[in-house]
């Protein structure tokens, strides 16, 4: 399976698009289109899959650290993001395709992030009820569950961002990603109108 993903991100690469067909593509791997077939039924899918790996490779990097466990979650997130954008770094001129492709297709039609949404949202959603048990992250009626899917939206537009800067070592995405985290956990966070809520809620309980 890494195989066909390494060979289609190099004939991506090559071409500077990916193959017209599966029957193309198959015959130059020495392959059948069934043999490509019983690993995925698509070339979307096989993106997809490609994206996941990103994300895996990510955390497998994440969790090596000894450090890591011992992060804050505004940390845990920070560290993520910096992380993922290495392993983005090192795949880049296919990921500037891919996401061209997937820009065309427009915001409703991404099917090849879908794998990596899904272990996103997963992964945050678990960070958030740690954040909720070290008081990080502030528990909200109705708007606990709007959490994850901001930081997917955050992260969107961060690959979005990323793609497009032009700075030194992408110095400027790295600005970006500690402006943004920091300012959606200030947002999500206990905040100086939560606790004045909180003491008007006291005050009126006890008069």
Do not use: C
């Not at 077939?37 to 955390?59: D, M, P, R, V």
């Amino acid at each position: 399976m890494e195989k066909v993903q390494k060979a289609f991100i190099e004939y991506v690469l090559d071409k500077g698009q990916k193959p017209a067909s599966i029957f193309q593509f198959a015959k130059k791997m020495k392959m059948t289109e069934a043999e490509f077939y019983e690993q995925y039924n698509s070339f979307e899918q096989l993106e997809s899959e490609i994206w996941l790996g990103f994300f895996e490779e990510t955390k497998a990097k994440l969790e090596a650290e000894e450090m890591y466990a011992r992060y804050s979650v505004r940390e845990k997130v920070l560290a993520f993001y910096y992380t993922w954008f290495e392993v983005l770094k090192a795949n880049r001129s296919f990921v500037l395709l891919n996401v061209k492709e997937i820009k065309a297709q427009g915001p409703h039609r991404t099917p090849q992030l879908d794998s990596f949404k899904k272990v996103f949202l997963f992964f945050v959603e678990d960070l958030l009820a740690e954040g909720k048990e070290s008081k990080e992250v502030k528990s909200r009626k109705f708007l606990d569950s709007k959490y994850p899917e901001a930081l997917w939206l955050k992260t969107l537009w961060l690959l979005d961002f990323w793609t497009k800067d032009t700075s030194k070592g992408f110095e400027h995405t790295d600005t970006a990603i500690e402006k943004s985290v920091n300012t959606v956990f200030d947002l999500i966070g206990v905040s100086a109108l939560d606790s004045l809520l909180d003491l008007a809620k006291f005050v009126y309980q006890n008069r």
